[in-house]
């Protein structure tokens, strides 16, 4: 494992309710992230995702229940997207490079992880919607993050490039053992990158791997039925070493490559 990892829970939230004057956004809401898991977030438009992102940052303060993070817990994060004054020229690395000055090496490596490693002395206005959001990954990864929250960081990419990104996500994921925590509506995409899905409405409606969450009534409720041809024929493929920590904390491997596409009703 590399260097500083947490093995208790990166964050976790407990009975969390947040509050917009009279209306509820989230109540009740249990979740919990650990070193080395991605997690995604996926629920209906004004289900309280970015909320429930706004909390476990700090930005919105719950009117009952807690967030707690691991100390000194390290948090990378890729917004969905960052509006930038298309006039003002700005090289990637000088980008990377604010507001802390990061070395000429630490911003290759950095754009090398997040799969763009030529793209230092572009301009950022001159970037396409992918490359403009690899350099935001480049920049999370610069905070050499524990735990790497993304909302909504591929919309605007076509599908090829969202599944491009979410790969990425998952190399990031092998080489420094970070947590990940995302909120994604590809769910196509998103299906097959995630260890744990969690399908919000305000609460948790569903949560478990990606297979149990695709097959919950309430997660077909939420999504229709149309979903079902298009879930059943997702790929997941795994092979590499990550490491869960409950209760008592363990360790295992998986290596497997397999078509769920025979497994889900059609
Ligand atoms: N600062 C705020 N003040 C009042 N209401 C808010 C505020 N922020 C969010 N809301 C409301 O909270 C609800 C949940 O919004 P949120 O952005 O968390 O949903 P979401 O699941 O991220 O949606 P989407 O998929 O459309 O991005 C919405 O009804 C929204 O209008």
Redesign the pocket.
């Known amino acids: 494992m590399p260097r500083d990892t947490v093995t208790a829970p990166l964050i976790s939230a407990r009975d969390l309710t947040v509050r917009?004057?009279d209306?509820t956004?989230l109540h009740d809401v249990d979740l919990q992230v650990n070193a080395g898991e991605i997690v995604t977030l996926v629920?209906?438009?004004?289900?309280?995702?970015?909320?429930?992102i706004a909390a476990i940052l700090g930005g919105v303060r719950p009117s009952r229940g807690r967030v707690e993070r691991a100390a000194r817990l390290r948090i990378g994060y890729v917004p969905q997207r960052l509006v930038l004054d298309p006039t003002l020229p700005m090289t990637v690395a000088r980008f990377l490079s604010l507001p802390r000055r990061a070395s000429a090496a630490r911003v290759d490596a950095a754009l090398a992880q997040a799969g763009v490693p030529d793209i230092a002395g572009r301009q950022m206005a001159d970037l396409s919607g992918g490359q403009f959001q690899r350099a935001l990954l480049a920049r999370a990864i610069l905070e050499e993050p524990q735990l790497l929250i993304l909302d909504?960081a591929t919309a605007g990419l076509d599908q090829p490039g969202a599944a491009a990104f979410y790969r990425r996500i998952e190399d990031v994921r092998r080489e420094t053992g970070c947590g990940v925590l995302m909120?994604s509506?590809d769910l196509h995409v998103v299906m097959s990158a995630s260890d744990r899905v969690i399908c919000?409405n305000g609460h948790v409606c569903c949560e478990g791997t990606p297979e149990v969450v695709a097959n919950a009534p309430d997660y077909r409720r939420l999504f229709g039925e149309g979903t079902r041809g298009a879930l059943a024929l997702y790929r997941h493929h795994h092979d590499h070493t990550h490491f869960h920590n409950h209760a008592a904390g363990h360790a295992h491997h998986h290596g497997h490559d397999h078509d769920h596409s025979k497994d889900a009703p059609h």
């Open positions: 917009f004057g209306t956004v629920g209906p438009n004004g289900s309280g995702k970015s909320t429930l909504e909120v509506h919000l």
